[in-house]
């Protein structure tokens, strides 16, 4: 009897641990997939900025790893995991966007690449690739 009473509580510990770790796993899949979607909206806001900034001015600006730009009337300080970006052209007719990791997720970035003669699109319709830059030591 004891005997089983040792087995039953063993087998109940190994479950009870393999359900904590499978939660807690889900859990930073979750919050980091949450946390990527704060950037994925800031690049929507700046391809949009971007495109209505071309449109009124016939030029795009070029940032470089900033937070704030006047001309657009962006702030980016505001986004609690991406707050740094670049805009930039790649090539005559395409321009980037580059969002930057900070606090827990500075070794993320996300871009964007878009045509200039593209209108503006909800978040729903464009695609940002997702960079996972490897920690240097």
Excluded: H
């Excluded at 930039?88 to 966007?97: A, H, K, L, S």
């Amino acid at each position: 009897m004891r005997k089983e009473t040792i087995i039953s509580f063993l087998v109940f510990c190994a479950l009870t641990v393999i359900l904590v770790i499978s939660m807690k796993l889900t859990y930073n899949n979750y919050q980091t997939s949450k946390q990527i979607f704060n950037g994925k909206v800031l690049c929507s806001a700046l391809m949009n900025t971007s495109i209505k900034y071309y449109k009124e001015n016939g030029v795009y600006l070029e940032n470089d790893k900033v937070s704030v730009n006047e001309e657009y009337s962006f702030d980016a300080r505001t986004n609690p995991y991406f707050s740094v970006f670049s805009t930039y052209p790649v090539d005559e007719n395409t321009q980037g966007i580059s969002v930057f990791g900070t606090v827990n997720k500075k070794d993320y970035e996300l871009k964007l690449v878009f045509n200039k003669d593209d209108d503006m699109k909800s978040i729903r319709n464009i695609k940002i690739q997702t960079i996972k830059q490897k920690k240097q030591n």
